[in-house]
């Protein structure tokens, strides 16, 4: 898994992530932003200000003063290196502070504060080289007691500088892929935010989809998106990659006025953005509804229409107060645009059979602080977590494993306790299945490596380029990364051992392998590894020191293929174990979703774990900006694993994209026939988030697939036959009725007790029934005949798994 990309300090400071609304028509002028806009800034009693950053930040980066509202979740979610000012809200933009406690003073809660139900909290990270350190503005500012005010966090201003203009090679030499001589996607590069307008006569901006891009017409955006835009002939495209693109999407929202003036990008959220934000969430959710309706979808239609009536009731009155206070408009109809959003999460569907997983890096340190995070987890729909067990080096938990091995025994902030054991419990009262997450190979970003390679420096992966160096070193194309080799048998003993250890100890209902693989080894020079151990082993089995080696070489396949092998090798001795020690346990893998990559780069061939059957199921790791990306991501994957389930990981809340966003990816994975959708991460997972999970894609309780592949089938079944047969108002009970007469006979072949034959014979039912409603023809909705057709092979894959 990825570590969080850091939202990139603005020149004059922007609120990352406030609102994201919609629009329906930018109109082609509109009243100038009031008076009062501006960047988000605190105000101290003394009078002193301080330009907040960020908003609701996905991550909270080095440098950055942010502000967490009750918008962001029931923490800050925040490390103990930063510093934090808790707000209570007082009227009028005033908000009294309640605590404040900085990593620089010997106090109780320099992070993960809990976030006032009627306040904020405001949080610095440590200063960047050379910066400011915005924590010792708020110790030295702010007092319990005082009185500060929050200024221009709706009407809102945010000023940053574009990179380059209709970029080309010669004009953005930083777009450029000094290994192939050639631009990247759109010749736009690593961290840039690039301007792309008709003149160039682009047609789109060609961009991949790894950054975030606004359309702006008539001074507004009109269409947000993940990358390869058209390019408006009336108009132009703003386009971001990494950090740029976050700072897109946390400051410009549907409507909002957008200014380019040479190379100084200027964004306003004024009142009228928000009208038209709420007009087209209102205008959208109907639609949904209407949609849903049509197609005979699973839904509460009074719910919708419930909120739907409180969004109409706010943008009236949003409408009547927007002349003489743009402020309370703009607050009214961001409100009415959430009450909108919520009917619209409400017209999606929600599956009674799949799997939800959540990756969630612990940071509670108390029993009562895991209870709660257990307990919002649950409330969000989610059936599956991946608790990073083994994480930096350490165990979360007491590892004699460690202490032996000369490591400490367990994290330090979690000493006096086993997390995992009261993890394990809360998960499993909810009904939640909690499976280990570990970090195979990578130890960290300690200096020196952590505790593992300051232990063990002799079980260092050595790159290349740094051959002949004291001391462990760090990756270069995944800076500051450390890694073990996974050639070493010291270090495979040790791996297996923690694994064992877990498994043995604790009643987890899996083992979940992430970097499982060799660290990023393209281009040549950055690749790995050249340790000791690993140069004499392949020098004793092929004759040639690899290091002498390049990939013009005839035996540089042989020793790519030496590398691939030690991972594989691997996984098979986690499988062995596994089976001896907990054979009822699943055993599965975080890899990266083309199968391909995966193994030129990092020498991770998963495709031969599926073929082997090494793994129960995968969580394949997407990480588009859009829905079609990770849809195309999952049915790549689906083609390679055939029945094995699949949970696509998709990174919405770690992006911190919009609540719609995140669900339409999620339906994207759905629909191109995965079992499911798991997201990264918990720790970024916000409020408003967790709302449209909890009222949309996972209002249904679900079931997990792999824990009964019988049972999954058969429950799947029974639902869908119940259904098509309320389906009537828009399929006719004569038209599936043959459909509804196989799954009545699937559901009796699925009963408990029944042979396996009996799952075999069920599954073919269940195939000639997906066969029957692919030919309904226009008698019965297409969007009905496609979510049977897909519903009916994801139950026949189960039923062939029982």
Not at 335 to 345: F, I, L, N, W
Not at 349 to 374: D, F, M, N
Not at 550 to 560: A, D, L
């Amino acid at each position: 898994m990825p570590t969080p990309t850091p939202l990139r300090r603005a020149t004059a400071g922007g609120a990352a992530g406030v609102v994201l609304l919609g629009l329906l028509t930018a109109p082609a002028t509109a009243a100038p932003p009031t008076a009062e806009s501006g960047a988000p800034t605190v105000v101290a009693a003394d009078g002193a200000t301080a330009t907040i950053d960020a908003i609701d930040p996905s991550s909270r980066a080095a440098g950055v003063l942010a502000l967490y509202t009750p918008d962001s979740g029931a923490e800050t979610k925040t490390n103990a290196f930063g510093g934090e000012a808790v707000l209570r809200a007082a009227g009028g933009g005033a908000y009294d502070v309640v605590s404040v406690c900085t990593a620089l003073d010997s106090c109780p809660k320099p992070g993960n504060n809990a976030i006032p139900a009627d306040g904020a909290v405001l949080s610095a990270s440590p200063p960047e080289a050379g910066g400011a350190d915005d924590r010792r503005w708020l110790r030295d500012r702010l007092r319990p007691g005082d009185r500060v005010q929050l200024r221009n966090l709706l009407i809102r201003r945010a000023t940053t500088t574009a990179d380059a203009t209709d970029p080309t090679a010669t004009t953005n030499p930083a777009g450029v892929d000094p290994a192939k001589g050639e631009c990247f996607p759109g010749c736009r590069g690593a961290e840039q935010l690039v301007v792309y307008t008709p003149a160039a006569g682009r047609e789109r901006t060609g961009t991949n989809d790894f950054g975030y891009e606004i359309t702006v017409r008539n001074g507004r955006v009109v269409a947000r998106q993940g990358g390869d835009s058209a390019v408006p002939a009336d108009g132009y495209v703003l386009s971001g990659h990494g950090s740029r693109g976050s700072w897109l999407e946390g400051n410009a929202p549907l409507g909002a006025r957008v200014a380019v003036d040479g190379d100084t990008v200027t964004v306003d959220v004024d009142a009228e953005s928000f009208l038209l934000g709420a007009e087209r969430a209102v205008s959208a959710a109907r639609q949904a509804g209407q949609a849903a309706r049509t197609s005979c979808l699973e839904f509460d239609p009074a719910a919708v229409d419930t909120a739907l009536a409180e969004a109409a009731g706010l943008l009236g009155r949003a409408r009547d107060a927007a002349a003489a206070e743009p402020e309370r408009a703009a607050e009214l109809a961001r409100d009415a645009a959430r009450r909108a959003d919520v009917a619209g999460y409400r017209a999606r569907e929600s599956r009674p059979v799949e799997g939800r997983g959540l990756w969630v890096r612990p940071i509670e340190t108390s029993p009562e602080q895991i209870r709660a995070t257990v307990e919002r987890i649950s409330a969000a729909g989610f059936n599956m977590v991946f608790l990073e067990t083994v994480w930096g080096g350490y165990t979360i938990y007491p590892s004699p494993v460690a202490e032996r091995a000369g490591m400490p025994a367990q994290r330090p902030e979690m000493r006096g306790f086993d997390p995992l054991k009261v993890w394990i419990a809360e998960a499993h009262a909810r009904g939640i299945e909690l499976h280990a997450w570990t970090h195979t190979f990578f130890v960290g970003v300690e200096s020196g490596g952590g505790p593992v390679l300051t232990a063990h420096p002799e079980w260092a992966a050595v790159e290349r380029e740094d051959v002949g160096k004291a001391g462990p070193q760090p990756s270069r194309m995944e800076p500051g990364y450390y890694w073990m080799d996974a050639a070493v048998p010291a270090v495979r003993a040790h791996v297996l051992a923690t694994f064992e250890e877990i498994l043995r100890g604790y009643g987890v209902d899996g083992l979940h392998l992430d970097y499982i693989r060799y660290p990023v080894s393209l281009p040549y020079g950055a690749d790995f590894s050249y340790s000791a151990y690993s140069r004499a082993t392949f020098t004793a089995e092929h004759g040639v020191d690899p290091y002498t080696l390049n990939p013009e070489s005839p035996q540089w396949p042989t020793w790519n293929a030496w590398r691939e092998k030690q991972v594989t090798t691997f996984v098979d001795q986690v499988r062995t174990m596994q089976r001896r020690v907990a054979g009822d346990r699943k055993l599965s893998a975080a890899v990266f979703a083309d199968p391909t990559d995966g193994l030129a780069k990092k020498f991770q061939n998963w495709g031969a774990w599926v073929d082997a059957g090494t793994l129960d199921f995968l969580t394949g790791m997407s990480f588009g900006t859009s829905a079609d990306s990770v849809g195309h991501d999952t049915a790549v994957m689906r083609r390679r694993v055939g029945d094995v389930p699949l949970y696509t990981a998709t990174y919405g809340p770690l992006r911190g994209s919009s609540p719609d966003l995140m669900l339409d990816q999620v339906q994207a994975v759905n629909d191109a026939d995965s079992d499911g959708a798991a997201l990264f991460a918990y720790n970024q997972l916000n409020a408003r988030q967790q709302e449209a999970l909890r009222e949309g894609t996972f209002r249904t309780a679900a079931t997990v697939p792999h824990a009964d592949y019988r049972a999954a089938a058969r429950a799947g079944t029974a639902s869908l036959r119940e259904a098509l047969r309320l389906a009537t108002a828009c399929a006719p009970g004569a038209t599936t009725a043959g459909v509804r007469l196989r799954l009545a006979t699937a559901e009796r072949l699925l009963a408990d007790g029944l042979p396996a034959r009996s799952a075999d014979a069920a599954a073919r039912q269940l195939r000639r029934a997906a066969t029957v409603a692919a030919g309904w023809g226009d008698g019965v909705p297409p969007e009905l005949t496609r979510r049977t057709v897909r519903d009916l092979t994801m139950y026949a894959r189960w039923a062939e798994l029982a």
